[in-house]
């Protein structure tokens, strides 16, 4: 209790009087410094007044501190071996509340209505485990619950698509599907020795701030998905074959293709990876303007 569960000795002696034999297959790497805590908490910026929610709790290293920051923490572990442990190392912290499901099939405005007070500023933070990183970013960005931030830890490689510039190798669908909602921002690089065990893999720590509602939006949201994923299908084809790819190779096709890229003015011979997001949806309309 005196001393951080984030601590290499204090973590080991945890699971050996558990006996507890991490899982990989659940992405179990526990962290055990507190400078990258502390890291983690302040690029939230979490204060008080504000309700978090955490994925894979772990052995509560990270939910720890975040009850000491936070109003309320809700931290959903999917892993039932942990609960007695959870239970003992977060005793002292009666503002979190461990549910013990799976975040990919939660009902995340459910339990948010049920669990947490819904007008206070609702943070997500989380040491994801690495081997569903990208279905959960997919599933809160699509979800119907908003976050003032999210900042979690992640493999660096997916990092750095998230926070890619365009024309670079790391920008691709991912990066555009975050960034036509967030604003991403990679806040620290971690290091693998950093947890117990270490992953095989160098971590980073990314930020995402919801961006003001956007003025520039695709008239068909769905459609808008479907041209930026066909863009990227083929990353050594330029834009006008993979639109060829998605629409089909019919002379009156390409033609309708060639209009709408007219209309956008975009360069047919271009690669996806040198367009904007704003040009992505620009395309798109145009797209739909020519009747694809
Ligand atoms: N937060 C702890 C820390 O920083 O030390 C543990 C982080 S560990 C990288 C990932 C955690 O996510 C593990 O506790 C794992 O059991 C949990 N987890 C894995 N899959 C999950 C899922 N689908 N839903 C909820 N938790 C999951």
Do not use: C
């Amino acid at each position: 209790k005196d001393i951080d569960i984030a601590n290499p000795a204090r973590t080991k002696a945890i699971m050996n009087s558990y006996g507890l034999q991490v899982k990989k297959s659940l992405g179990q790497n526990f962290l055990t410094d507190q400078n990258v805590l502390h890291n983690i908490v302040f690029t939230a910026d979490i204060s008080q007044e504000d309700n978090v929610i955490e994925i894979g709790p772990g052995i509560g290293a990270l939910t720890e501190y975040l009850a000491r920051a936070a109003h309320q923490v809700m931290a959903f572990e999917i892993d039932d071996r942990l609960l007695p442990i959870l239970d003992e190392t977060l005793y002292d912290y009666d503002n979190v509340e461990i549910i013990n499901q799976d975040i990919l099939k939660a009902d995340l405005p459910a339990m948010v209505k049920e669990h947490l007070d819904v007008d206070r500023p609702l943070k997500l933070v989380a040491n994801l485990p690495y081997y569903i990183t990208t279905p959960i970013l997919m599933s809160l960005l699509a979800g119907s619950v908003k976050f003032e931030n999210i900042v979690v830890m992640m493999q660096k490689e997916v990092a750095d698509r998230l926070a890619a510039e365009p024309g670079t190798k790391a920008y691709g669908a991912l990066t555009i599907a975050v960034q036509y909602r967030m604003a991403a921002e990679m806040a620290m690089v971690v290091p693998r020795t950093v947890f117990v065990p270490a992953p095989n893999v160098d971590s980073a720590i990314v930020k995402l701030t919801a961006l003001p509602s956007r003025t520039h939006v695709p008239f068909d949201e769905a459609a808008f998905f479907k041209v930026v994923k066909a863009g990227f299908a083929h990353r050594r084809k330029n834009l006008w074959n993979n639109l060829q790819s998605l629409f089909g190779k019919l002379p009156e096709t390409k033609t309708a293709i060639q209009s709408a890229l007219d209309a956008a003015e975009i360069d047919p011979k271009i690669r996806a990876e040198r367009l904007t997001v704003d040009e992505f949806i620009t395309l798109t309309d145009a797209l739909h303007g020519a009747e694809l």
